[in-house]
Structure formats: structure tokens, C-alpha cells
């Protein structure tokens, strides 16, 4: 397996922002759905977002109101997850995902996986070893 490289978290203020960054080789399979995940002690891991990359679709988890951006840049084999206006509640450790999915599966088919099971953790198969992002008031 080839494990993603991640960097970017750090200690902000309330308020602050963070870029999250998660590279990928170029040797590795191709990342057809790709997401971010965080988790604090005693709490399960969460979704936070996911790129489809066939369709450039977005997902989000409600709760983050429009203050993260997942986006991906592949002439630099990396994906971004921005984080703006950060709250306290938003430090945990932060994990970026990915799923290559068959090359058998059609962009639509494909597509339909990521849009239904981007917020199970079960559905990515390569995990970047965690960022932890803390947020002070």
C-alpha cells in the first residue's frame, strides 16, 4: 500500500486559517475519491469533506458552514483541505482518505460510490498518518 503524505496543521487562534496538505505518489493509484476526516479522544471519526474527482463534485459535512474548501492540484500529486475561521471545536487530528475504486467502474458508477460512502471511514483504503490541528480562543 502506498501511504499519503500529510502536513500543514499547526496551533492558530479563534478565527484563523489552516491549509491541510495531503501528497500522494506518483506511483500511486489513481485517487478517484478523496476525502478528509477528523477525530478527537473518545469520539468517533468524522467525515469532514470529499472531491470526486471524475465530476469535481464537493461534499461537505453540514456542521462546518461553509469555512472548509476541499480541492485537489494534480500536477502537484496533492490535495487541499483549506480551513478558514476556525472555532476551538474544530481542533482534533486531522486524516486525509482516499479511494481509488475499480478501473472497471465508469466516471458515473464511480461517482455514485463516493456520493454515498464519502462519510464512512470504512469506504477509503489509503490514510495519511494525521495532522493535528488546535485552536485556542
Known amino acids: 500500500q502506498v501511504q499519503p503524505v500529510e502536513s500543514g496543521g499547526g496551533s492558530v487562534e479563534a478565527g484563523g486559517s489552516l491549509r491541510l496538505s495531503c501528497a500522494y505518489s506518483?506511483?500511486?493509484?489513481?485517487?478517484?475519491?478523496i476525502g478528509w476526516f477528523r477525530q478527537v479522544p473518545g469520539k468517533e471519526r468524522e467525515a469532514v469533506a470529499a472531491?470526486?474527482?471524475?465530476?469535481?463534485?464537493?461534499y461537505y459535512d453540514d456542521s462546518l458552514e461553509s469555512r472548509f474548501t476541499i480541492s485537489q492540484d494534480n500536477t502537484k500529486n496533492t490535495w487541499y483541505l483549506q480551513l478558514n475561521g476556525l472555532k476551538p471545536e474544530d481542533s482534533a487530528l486531522y486524516y486525509c482518505?482516499?479511494?481509488?475504486?475499480?478501473?472497471?467502474?465508469?466516471?458515473?458508477?464511480?461517482?455514485?460510490?463516493?456520493?454515498?460512502?464519502?462519510?464512512?471511514?470504512?469506504?477509503?483504503?489509503?490514510w495519511g498518518q494525521g495532522t493535528q490541528v488546535t485552536v485556542s480562543s
Open positions: 482518505a482516499a479511494e481509488p475504486y475499480s478501473q472497471l467502474l465508469s466516471t458515473a458508477a464511480a461517482g455514485i460510490r463516493c456520493e454515498n460512502n464519502w462519510r464512512s471511514a470504512a469506504s477509503f483504503t489509503y
Open positions: 506518483a506511483n500511486a493509484a489513481r485517487y478517484r475519491c
Open positions: 472531491f470526486y474527482t471524475g465530476t469535481r463534485t464537493t
